[in-house]
């Protein structure tokens, strides 16, 4: 099993880094290898990807965006704890890992760096969930991690489901 310690995290600079890429789902790899997918979504300030790399060997990515998650599909009970009609969340647009660290614990080791992601962004500008358009063959391991699905619309192919970032323990008014 990896450990955080074995993982630095970085900013995705070009395709070329994911030459010797191999994932599960040809989409995923695609979306890293080709110069007009990944590289566009950072120029275009749609996302940012992030690179796991394993002793210098790329070994995931996540794709990050800033999004909000509408008060009118959360379940009823968390629908009268929220004021505003959007609640700020933290869109996770693609994450994947290289097929060689299967059953490592990359998976999780990247779902925590997403979630303590979307804490310091909550700390600077507000953020209440992290949201995943999930497809149907994970929609279990997000349930695990503790995502919630919101129930779907018919016909669609992905599940919209989110992680509670829950209330902060304490407020620093010093901070700047």
Not at 130 to 149: N, S, T
Request: charged letters at 30%; a negative charge; one cysteine or more.
């Amino acid at each position: 099993m990896l450990s955080p310690e074995q993982i630095k995290v970085s900013l995705f600079q070009t395709p070329d880094e994911f030459k010797d890429f191999n994932c599960e789902k040809q989409d995923y790899c695609d979306f890293v290898q080709r110069p007009e997918e990944a590289q566009k979504y950072l120029n275009e300030n749609l996302g940012v990807t992030y690179i796991f790399r394993h002793e210098n060997e790329v070994a995931g990515f996540v794709t990050l965006a800033m999004a909000s998650l509408r008060k009118k599909d959360l379940p009823e009970e968390r629908r009268k704890q929220k004021p505003f009609r959007d609640v700020p969340s933290l869109l996770l647009g693609h994450m994947a890992r290289d097929s060689k660290y299967k059953g490592q614990g990359l998976g999780e080791i990247m779902m925590d760096w997403v979630v303590a992601t979307a804490h310091r962004i909550g700390m600077e500008v507000g953020c209440r969930f992290v949201i995943v358009d999930a497809e149907e063959d994970v929609v279990e391991r997000y349930r695990k991690y503790g995502f919630e699905l919101i129930p779907p619309d018919t016909g669609n192919r992905t599940f919209l489901m989110y992680f509670d970032l829950g209330f902060r323990e304490s407020l620093n008014h010093d901070r700047p």
